[in-house]
C-alpha cells in the first residue's frame, strides 16, 4: 500500500490496482483534486472514498461530484447524516457505516472505529464521526481523538483544530503508541505554528518509541508517494 496527502485532512492510498479517497475536502482544490484524478487513474482504478463526518473541510460536493465522474462505481462510506447531505447533492447511495462495520473497496479491508466528533463548544451539538482503519494497518479517526480499539501500526494525528489542545494531541499520540504516525488536520495552521505542533508530536513519538512519517503531497510530476 502507498499513499499520498491532499490539503488539510484529505488522504488517497493505492493498493493492488485500486485507489482509495479519505476526507477529500474543500481546503482540497479542484485542480489539486483533478491532479489527484488523473495519477491514480494512471494507474488504477478509484475503489471507494470514506467521508468521516458532514463538515466542509471533510468532504465538498464538487469534490465528489468529480471522483464519482471519474469513477461512477466507486463506493462511498460514511455517516448517515452526511449521506443525507450527498443524497441533497445527487449521491443517493452513500454506504451508512458505524463502528465495528467492516466493508470492501477493491483491494481495501475497511473497519469502522468510533462514533462521535470531538467537542467544539458546548453551544454547538456534537455530531457523528466514523474512523477508518484500512487494510489492518492505516488508521484516520477524522476528527476524534477518541483511542481505537487497537494499536495502529500507522495513525493520522490531527495535529491543528478549533477542538484540541497540543496537549491533547500528544495525549493521543501517548496513550495509542503507534509504531508509525503521520499529520493531518493542518490547514488551520500557519508555517510557524505547524512546525512547533510538529516537534511537540515527535517529542510524544520518541518516548513511545514511534516515528513520525513525512506523507507526501503528490507534487507536479505526479509521482510523490510513500510505501507504506
Known amino acids: 500500500m502507498r499513499g499520498f496527502r491532499l490539503s488539510h485532512a484529505g488522504l488517497v492510498l493505492e493498493h493492488e490496482g485500486h485507489a482509495l479517497f479519505i476526507d477529500p475536502g474543500s481546503f482540497t482544490t479542484e485542480a489539486e483534486l483533478s491532479a489527484a484524478i488523473d495519477a491514480v487513474s494512471a494507474e488504477s482504478t478509484i475503489a471507494g472514498v470514506v467521508i468521516t463526518h458532514e463538515h466542509g473541510d471533510h468532504w465538498s460536493a464538487p469534490n465528489l461530484a468529480a471522483i464519482r465522474a471519474a469513477a461512477p462505481g466507486a ?50 451539538p456534537v455530531i457523528d464521526n466514523i474512523g477508518v482503519r484500512v487494510n489492518g494497518s492505516l488508521a484516520y479517526g477524522g476528527d476524534s481523538l477518541a483511542r ?74 505526479g509521482t510523490a508517494r510513500l510505501e507504506l
Open 75 to 124: 463506493g462511498i462510506f460514511t455517516t448517515r447524516s452526511t449521506a443525507e447531505s450527498l443524497q441533497a447533492t445527487g449521491i443517493p447511495d452513500a454506504v451508512v457505516v458505524h463502528e465495528g462495520d467492516a466493508a470492501e473497496a477493491g483491494g481495501f479491508e475497511l473497519d469502522f472505529y468510533g462514533h462521535r466528533h470531538e467537542v467544539l463548544h458546548a453551544s454547538i
Open 148 to 221: 481505537p480499539p487497537f494499536r495502529a501500526d500507522v495513525l493520522g494525528v490531527p495535529i491543528g483544530s478549533p477542538w484540541s489542545t497540543i496537549g491533547d494531541v500528544m495525549d493521543f499520540v501517548l496513550a495509542n503508541a503507534p509504531r508509525r504516525a503521520f499529520l493531518t488536520h493542518d490547514g488551520m495552521l500557519s508555517g510557524p505554528g505547524l512546525a512547533l505542533f510538529e516537534q511537540r508530536v515527535r517529542e510524544a513519538l520518541a518516548t513511545t518509541g514511534g516515528e513520525l512519517l513525512a506523507f507526501p503531497r503528490l507534487g507536479d510530476a
